[in-house]
């Protein structure tokens, strides 16, 4: 199946730094959510998208929907040790009528303290 | 407390055995998914479900079957077809057909 690309796939920072990670699809989409996902848990959802342009904010959390509907971003200020995860973008075709999502492959934080 | 649960939490399976894995919801949502995820890889769609008694393929149903007899449960039967089955399940639910929530996940081990 169609996935997205998502980068970049592992970071690892300093506790205090910014972070940022983006998807990209081939085709456009009418929908874009970023969840995070702790170790042996299922993904929890942290900010949904569903206008061109549109930015969002949950927290220090900042995800923007790109002008082109083909783009996403995903940014994490001051980033704290619980940050820590693995970030998962997922998004909704336009053509689509059955509500599935197509997620990219993830992006993996740690922060050192 | 509204949400989904999957159970059991681990898993363990001899080769050649069926195994059901549970996924319940008590938030009225339609819509439920099972998806597989493997280790370094995202989330693969292996069935889902937008109304009761219908469901369709995702892109991994080889080996694998659900049914939806009621609105707040989709069981999923890993069977001995599916070559490799270890991996962590996780099943989802959706109102709106946009947003999904997820449940804590299924960790099937075949030994």
């Known amino acids: 199946g169609q996935q997205l690309n998502q980068s970049p796939q592992s970071m690892f920072i300093q506790e205090g730094e910014d972070v940022s990670m983006n998807c990209t699809s081939s085709?456009?989409?009418?929908?874009w959510l970023w969840y995070k996902q702790d170790p042996g848990e299922g993904p929890v959802l942290l900010i949904a998208?569903?206008?061109?342009?549109e930015l969002t904010s949950n927290g220090r959390l900042t995800a923007q929907f790109g002008i082109t509907r083909k783009d996403s971003f995903l940014n994490i200020s001051a980033s704290i040790p619980s940050d820590v995860g693995i970030y998962f973008c997922?998004?909704?075709?336009?053509?689509?009528?059955?509500?599935?999502?197509?997620f990219g492959q993830g992006t993996t934080l740690q922060v050192k303290p | 407390d509204g949400g989904i649960t999957q159970s059991p939490k681990y898993l363990f399976r001899k080769e050649g055995q069926n195994v059901t894995l549970s996924c319940e919801q008590n938030l009225n949502h339609d819509a439920m998914y099972w998806y597989r995820q493997d280790p370094g890889q995202g989330l693969r769609l292996i069935y889902y479900?937008?109304?009761?008694?219908?469901?369709q393929k995702g892109d991994i149903a080889e080996g694998y079957s659900v049914s939806r007899e009621k609105k707040e449960s989709f069981p999923l039967t890993v069977t001995s077809a599916q070559k490799n089955p270890t991996a962590f399940y996780l099943c989802?639910?959706?109102?709106?057909?946009?947003?999904?929530?997820f449940g804590p996940g299924t960790r099937l081990t075949v030994l």
């Open positions: 989802a639910s959706s109102s709106t057909g946009n947003e999904q929530f």
């Open positions: 997922a998004g909704q075709s336009w053509l689509s009528n059955t509500g599935k999502l197509i």
């Open positions: 085709s456009i989409f009418n929908t």
């Open positions: 998208l569903y206008k061109a342009g």
């Open positions: 479900s937008q109304i009761v008694n219908d469901f």
